[in-house]
């Protein structure tokens, strides 16, 4: 019965030192995240910079899960180059080392369970009293995941100290300690934790379970570890993502070849350098030795190394055009057909986002058949979209082909041609506009059509048959009939003047108390997109009118 209750006390004791590891890091992003980001994109010039920035942001937020994932995204953002993020790592991987020597220090050299209380007490207390907004809750929920993590560290050390007296390990342990460097990665991959897994080899030679040889080994192999979160955090990135995680791996392994084939000389160093301290700081020593050779190795050959992971994962061009990249701007004859078609691609997405975004099915909204109320009426359930994803493409679309009629126009010196690439560039703006006032309405879209007030579903409705009626009219106009051209002015002339019945819905709304009163300038403002909606889309047409009278009067 002890023996089973002191394996519950170690196996709490890791828990409660890996969920206070978590709950400290997130915390951290919460309150310094966003600092972090912008002091490394402004700290990562040179290589050397980028290096002392890994090695004091993990310092700082011992994590260096945290400061690798970190690099992953600001990479993924393109804010920091492949060179510079390799050096975070190699930065990061020294700064790591500092946990291993708070726990040395502090975690065997007193009685910490008190100080863990204080921690948790003070901690805890702050959370409670101060605001859920500000960010001194943040500050005082680190307190508690240092608390946790000193707790957690304390019921590591108690209960393999209660082994090392009950158990006789002999028969169970490696005869060779290199054994225990694939021990160390195993735990550190799943725990996804090199300080815990390090914290957990320190716990056992305090306690004298393994030799000083199997924990140096079982550190190295806690190195290689820890490259599994620079992998799963790569995962589905752009290629840069990955080739840093490449790169993290390839210095890790080789740091760790390195470090097992002169683990005897490794060893040696560290016992006459401190002689006269305890094997757990002798570890911590070991550990920060390995990495700093590890980056002294490696750091000359930075570039070197990023343009070796720069020929993995080529990346795969996104085409987002139908028509102008297949057509050369050197032959303005042919670019300014294959403009043109572009443009009509561009228009098809703006009108399909635009009906996606009121829940109508773009292929039934143009079936001459069905009224716009009967459309209202049958489709009304939100489709599961990504809607940011569609704005993206539809945005490298607009600039794809604002690039393309910007190299056009330094190439043609046709009169005809300048004047078509003019009224092309002024519909783009329009288009550009329209598109974005819907992206800008789609959230508040979202929260009317969860609405459940009789007010809030009018003005639901009428917002849908706005830019439905839009849509249709837009979408017949640009076929050049000059019955739709006159229905799209008549139809944005009625958006336009019914400030009259929209405000009567917005004031109904304003009415009811049940409503909150954010909704009623939510709705004001929603009026206003849909009317620049159909403006926008108005203006293009215009603008395509006023280039055909000037053909026809030349």
């Given at each position: 019965m002890h023996t089973i209750s002191t394996w519950i006390e170690a196996f709490a004791g890791l828990g409660l030192f890996l969920f206070g590891m978590l709950y400290l890091e997130n915390q951290i992003r919460v309150s310094a995240g966003r600092t972090f980001k912008t002091i490394v994109g402004n700290a990562t010039a040179t290589r050397f910079k980028s290096l002392l920035?890994?090695?004091?942001?993990t310092a700082l937020f011992q994590s260096s899960s945290v400061v690798t994932l970190m690099a992953l995204s600001l990479i993924g953002a393109e804010m920091m180059s492949l060179q510079s993020a390799i050096a975070v790592i190699f930065g990061?991987?020294?700064g790591t080392t500092v946990t291993s020597w708070i726990v040395a220090l502090i975690g065997f050299k007193m009685d910490i369970k008190l100080l863990s209380y204080v921690f948790i007490g003070i901690g805890g207390l702050g959370s409670v009293l101060v605001s859920e907004e500000g960010r001194w809750k943040n500050y005082f929920s680190m307190l508690v995941g240092f608390g946790l993590i000193f707790l957690g560290l304390e019921g590591m050390k108690e209960s393999f100290g209660v082994f090392s007296q009950n158990l006789d390990l002999s028969s169970y342990l490696y005869s060779s300690p290199y054994?225990?460097?694939?021990?160390?990665l195993v735990i550190t991959a799943i725990i996804q934790s090199s300080s815990a897994a390090i914290a957990i080899v320190q716990s056992a030679i305090f306690a004298h379970m393994i030799s000083f040889e199997a924990a140096a080994a079982y550190v190295i192999g806690a190195n290689v570890g820890t490259t599994v979160t620079a992998i799963l955090g790569a995962i589905g990135g752009i290629p840069d993502k990955k080739r840093t995680a490449v790169a993290h791996l390839i210095f890790n392994l080789s740091s760790a070849l390195v470090a097992l084939l002169t683990l005897p000389w490794l060893i040696l160093f560290v016992r006459n350098v401190?002689?006269?301290v305890d094997d757990v700081v002798q570890i911590a020593l070991f550990h920060t030795l390995f990495n700093v050779l590890g980056v002294a190795l490696w750091y000359p050959f930075i570039s070197l190394l990023a343009k070796g992971v720069k020929k993995l994962f080529k990346k795969e061009t996104i085409c987002v055009t139908d028509y102008i990249h297949n057509v050369s701007t050197d032959v303005p004859e042919l670019a300014v057909d294959a403009l043109e078609k572009e443009m009509g691609h561009l228009n098809d997405k703006i009108e399909e986002f635009a009906l996606l975004a009121i829940n109508i099915p773009p292929p039934?909204?143009?079936?001459?058949s069905t009224s716009?109320?009967?459309l209202l009426d049958q489709y009304d359930e939100n489709f599961d979209i990504l809607y940011t994803k569609l704005y993206e493409k539809i945005r490298l679309l607009e600039g794809e082909v604002y690039r393309y009629i910007s190299a056009l126009s330094g190439k043609t010196v046709n009169e005809n041609h300048q004047k078509?690439?003019?009224t092309l560039l002024r519909q783009l703006t329009y288009l550009t506009t329209a598109a974005k006032a819907i992206k800008d309405i789609l959230d508040d879209l979202n929260m009317l059509y969860d609405a459940s007030s009789s007010e809030e579903i009018s003005f639901y409705r009428n917002i849908r048959y706005q830019i439905l009626k839009s849509v249709l009219?837009?979408?017949q106009a640009r076929k050049g009939d000059s019955t739709f051209i006159e229905e799209m002015e008549s139809t944005y002339k009625k958006i336009a003047d019914s400030y009259s019945n929209s405000m009567h819905l917005i004031e109904n709304i304003a009415r009811n108390p049940k409503i909150n009163s954010a909704m009623t300038a939510i709705t004001i403002n929603d009026m206003h997109l849909v009317k620049s909606f159909s403006k926008s889309l108005r203006n293009v047409l215009a603008v395509n009118l006023e280039n055909s009278e000037d053909q026809n009067a030349i």
């Amino acid at each position: 019965m002890h023996t089973i209750s002191t394996w519950i006390e170690a196996f709490a004791g890791l828990g409660l030192f890996l969920f206070g590891m978590l709950y400290l890091e997130n915390q951290i992003r919460v309150s310094a995240g966003r600092t972090f980001k912008t002091i490394v994109g402004n700290a990562t010039a040179t290589r050397f910079k980028s290096l002392l920035t890994g090695l004091g942001a993990t310092a700082l937020f011992q994590s260096s899960s945290v400061v690798t994932l970190m690099a992953l995204s600001l990479i993924g953002a393109e804010m920091m180059s492949l060179q510079s993020a390799i050096a975070v790592i190699f930065g990061s991987n020294i700064g790591t080392t500092v946990t291993s020597w708070i726990v040395a220090l502090i975690g065997f050299k007193m009685d910490i369970k008190l100080l863990s209380y204080v921690f948790i007490g003070i901690g805890g207390l702050g959370s409670v009293l101060v605001s859920e907004e500000g960010r001194w809750k943040n500050y005082f929920s680190m307190l508690v995941g240092f608390g946790l993590i000193f707790l957690g560290l304390e019921g590591m050390k108690e209960s393999f100290g209660v082994f090392s007296q009950n158990l006789d390990l002999s028969s169970y342990l490696y005869s060779s300690p290199y054994f225990y460097a694939l021990i160390g990665l195993v735990i550190t991959a799943i725990i996804q934790s090199s300080s815990a897994a390090i914290a957990i080899v320190q716990s056992a030679i305090f306690a004298h379970m393994i030799s000083f040889e199997a924990a140096a080994a079982y550190v190295i192999g806690a190195n290689v570890g820890t490259t599994v979160t620079a992998i799963l955090g790569a995962i589905g990135g752009i290629p840069d993502k990955k080739r840093t995680a490449v790169a993290h791996l390839i210095f890790n392994l080789s740091s760790a070849l390195v470090a097992l084939l002169t683990l005897p000389w490794l060893i040696l160093f560290v016992r006459n350098v401190f002689p006269n301290v305890d094997d757990v700081v002798q570890i911590a020593l070991f550990h920060t030795l390995f990495n700093v050779l590890g980056v002294a190795l490696w750091y000359p050959f930075i570039s070197l190394l990023a343009k070796g992971v720069k020929k993995l994962f080529k990346k795969e061009t996104i085409c987002v055009t139908d028509y102008i990249h297949n057509v050369s701007t050197d032959v303005p004859e042919l670019a300014v057909d294959a403009l043109e078609k572009e443009m009509g691609h561009l228009n098809d997405k703006i009108e399909e986002f635009a009906l996606l975004a009121i829940n109508i099915p773009p292929p039934k909204a143009y079936e001459q058949s069905t009224s716009i109320d009967k459309l209202l009426d049958q489709y009304d359930e939100n489709f599961d979209i990504l809607y940011t994803k569609l704005y993206e493409k539809i945005r490298l679309l607009e600039g794809e082909v604002y690039r393309y009629i910007s190299a056009l126009s330094g190439k043609t010196v046709n009169e005809n041609h300048q004047k078509k690439i003019n009224t092309l560039l002024r519909q783009l703006t329009y288009l550009t506009t329209a598109a974005k006032a819907i992206k800008d309405i789609l959230d508040d879209l979202n929260m009317l059509y969860d609405a459940s007030s009789s007010e809030e579903i009018s003005f639901y409705r009428n917002i849908r048959y706005q830019i439905l009626k839009s849509v249709l009219a837009y979408h017949q106009a640009r076929k050049g009939d000059s019955t739709f051209i006159e229905e799209m002015e008549s139809t944005y002339k009625k958006i336009a003047d019914s400030y009259s019945n929209s405000m009567h819905l917005i004031e109904n709304i304003a009415r009811n108390p049940k409503i909150n009163s954010a909704m009623t300038a939510i709705t004001i403002n929603d009026m206003h997109l849909v009317k620049s909606f159909s403006k926008s889309l108005r203006n293009v047409l215009a603008v395509n009118l006023e280039n055909s009278e000037d053909q026809n009067a030349i």
